[in-house]
């Protein structure tokens, strides 16, 4: 059996457990004026608004067009990218660094739920990336600013969690200030892209509340040492509202707006365990710290079941769940997941029989056109026939290149889902 096949075949099976048009149809139920969604039923009027942000929004809008049909009265869909709807409109955000597209449809949003009123309900369609693609500033923090903040914590290997702690309180949309803007009910569907599938994160929580403060925030940018280092409108804002001159996020859910995690990494690890042709170990949908340090720890894991049996005995896959970091510091192409398999396969050398895979559910990494790689011996051995020196690539953050010249990459282009990562060791058995 090809091992890297199955690898490949096994990740693609895991995202195609978490498209929205397999995800939906399966959570949400219309019957006459009665919503369900997932155990709970809502009362509803004749027409419906749509709106959503997100990398999966698009994908989530079209399986709920099918469902809901011309119920829908009106809507707005932002996403990395524009397609044509059947009832809603869709205008494009920038990812991962937001831009003035972003503020439009921050803008928008805030005009389409502002207008709506109390007999009014909605579904809000949230998944992955809505951080960048939706946002309007707290004054007098301009677009540059912004750009600049989010760019920084980007490069500083900054957690999500900690990243979206501070982007909650330099703007009027995150953090629950979305929903407090709307006097309709609605319930908002989640694919999630956080670990843990904590609410508070996913998104920057437009519409759900914060337990993040300004003094949290500050404490972020000292902790990365980042104090200095943003912009003067931005720390201004920061310390108004230590001050209490800025009003903090919303404490309290909107009590007429529901949450439900429709998608979460976990889906896809299972739906990969139960596809397997070998023993499959859900290790943890966890997953986080720095890309060459984590696929140092998870790969010996593999090497230890191939050369003692334990804990499992060969053949067996390991499955990982999660997001990792990367603190970029060369100028090459790749991303987190390229990366850990580049560090990976360092350590693996020319070890026969087993297989290493990382991709992101969402279809790019990183600044490359690729989902992710894999590898093993085979692509070492190239590397060593090329004059290959891998380490150079590791330290160029250079992953991409390195995978195009050997053979590894994996293209699927956007998915139109978003639960974060997928890593997969398969380590085969004797021969």
């Known amino acids: 059996m090809n091992l890297r096949q199955t690898a490949v075949d096994l990740f693609l099976k895991g995202v195609e457990a978490v498209r929205p048009e397999n995800l939906i149809p399966s959570k949400l139920s219309l019957e006459d004026n009665q919503l369900t969604v997932e155990n709970k039923t809502y009362t509803i009027p004749e027409n419906i608004y ?14 709920v067009e099918s469902l809901l049909g011309n119920r829908i009265k009106d809507g ?32 928008l949003l805030i005009n389409g739920l502002s207008a709506l ?13 809505s951080s960048a693609l939706i946002e309007k500033p707290i004054p007098p923090i301009t677009l540059e600013d912004l750009k600049k903040t989010t760019q920084l914590l980007l490069s500083h290997s900054v957690p999500i969690e900690d ?33 843990g599938d904590d609410l508070f994160t996913i998104g920057s929580a437009p519409l759900y509340y914060d337990r993040s403060t300004y003094r949290d925030a500050f404490d972020v940018l000292k902790k990365y040492d980042l104090i200095d280092k943003i912009p003067d409108s931005v720390r201004q804002v920061i ?74 005995s060969p053949p067996a896959v390991l499955l990982f769940g999660g997001e990792t970091t990367v603190n970029v510091k060369g100028n090459g192409r790749g991303g987190r997941n390229q990366e850990l398999v580049l560090s990976a396969l360092i350590d693996l050398k020319d070890t026969p029989g087993i297989v290493i895979l990382s991709g992101g559910t969402d279809g ?61 060791i398969i380590i085969g058995g004797k021969e």
């Not at 009014?120 to 990336?129: E, R, T, V």
């Not at 720890?297 to 079941?305: C, H, P, Q, R, T």
Request: proline share 3%; charged share 25%.
């Open 117 to 129: 009123n109390e007999d009014d309900f909605f579904i809000y369609l949230l998944s992955g990336g």
């Open 163 to 195: 990243i979206n702690i501070i982007r909650k309180h330099i703007s009027q949309i995150k953090g629950g200030r979305l929903g407090q803007k709307t006097k309709a009910r609605g319930v908002v569907l989640v694919i999630s892209d956080v670990i």
């Open 239 to 312: 310390i108004k509202g230590l001050n209490g001159e800025i009003e903090e996020t919303p404490k309290k859910e909107n009590p007429r707006i529901s949450h439900h995690i429709i998608g979460r990494n976990m889906d896809a690890l299972k739906e990969i365990k139960n596809a397997s042709p070998f023993p499959a170990y859900i290790l943890t949908s966890r997953l986080h710290g720095e890309a060459r340090e984590v696929a140092k720890a998870i790969l010996s894991i593999g090497m230890e079941i191939k050369n003692t049996s334990n804990p499992f």
């Open 50 to 63: 749509v709106f959503g942000s997100g990398k999966a929004s698009i994908e989530m809008a079209k399986a």
């Open 364 to 424: 790019i990494d990183g600044n490359s056109d690729a989902a992710g790689a894999v590898a093993d011996s085979q692509t070492y051995r190239k590397a060593i026939e090329k004059g290959i020196d891998l380490n150079a690539y590791l330290e160029n953050n250079d992953s991409y290149t390195l995978f195009t010249e050997v053979g590894g990459v994996i293209k699927t282009g956007y998915t139109g889902t978003n639960v974060m990562d997928l890593t997969i």
């Open 76 to 107: 707005l869909i932002v996403c990395n990218y524009t397609e044509k709807l059947k009832k809603l409109k869709v205008v494009k955000g920038n990812h991962p660094v937001p831009d003035r597209d972003s503020i439009k449809a921050g803008e």
